[in-house]
């Protein structure tokens, strides 16, 4: 299995307890960054397979100021840099919030980019209930999902994923290159395996 991960358990998880992540989870963030990278920077060679590391100056042979360039731009202005979601996403999104109010903890500075795109791409009746909680930062999630009640999270960075692991919280790694050999955490690799994992 990608990632290698372990294959979840069958009992369903009740959405209301489920935590996602935005960048890479919901927002197909590496798509616009292989865009951009190729619109503005002319680097037009770059497939998502080659992004074999989260902090992607590791893996790329880009310029670090041009790469933090490129999601400087992703995180102010999510709509105007034409990012979308993950395949499957506003579907899925909309049909688990009839079920519960969902939760989104990112680690953007702030919510508002994140509500914006949210309520450009959902229904408002799916927005309406969404928490958004921005944190700033990679580290740390797990003080804000224990606070929201949270049981389990999907997350991309592995290592977000590990260290929520360690504190008793349900990790589900979203299956990406990045993340690909980098844990032993159960994994999806789709929003039809999350829609599958609630309903």
Not at 6 to 21: T, V
Not at 40 to 68: G, H, M, S, W
Not at 78 to 91: D, E, H, N, W, Y
Not at 147 to 170: M, N, P, W, Y
């Amino acid at each position: 299995m990608a990632g290698g991960g372990m294959k979840i358990r069958q009992e369903k998880i009740n959405p209301a307890y489920l935590g996602f992540d935005f960048d890479g989870v919901i927002a197909d963030t590496a798509e616009v960054f292989i865009r951009l990278a190729c619109e503005k920077y002319n680097f037009c060679n770059i497939r998502i397979e080659d992004i074999t590391d989260f902090e992607v100056d590791r893996c790329l042979d880009i310029a670090p100021e041009i790469i933090q360039s490129i999601f400087t731009e992703v995180l102010l202005d999510s709509i105007g840099t034409g990012l979308q979601p993950m395949p499957g996403a506003v579907q899925v999104l909309g049909e688990l919030t009839e079920q519960a109010e969902l939760t989104v903890v990112t680690a953007r500075p702030s919510p508002e980019p994140v509500r914006d795109w949210l309520e450009t791409f959902l229904p408002v009746t799916t927005c309406s209930r969404i928490h958004i909680i921005a944190m700033g930062a990679h580290d740390s999630k797990e003080v804000h999902i224990q606070k929201g009640g949270l049981t389990h999270f999907i997350d991309d960075r592995a290592e977000t994923c590990t260290q929520l692991s360690s504190v008793g919280i349900g990790a589900i790694v979203f299956a990406h290159p990045w993340n690909k050999n980098r844990h032993d955490l159960p994994t999806v690799n789709s929003w039809r395996e999350i829609r599958a994992l609630c309903l």
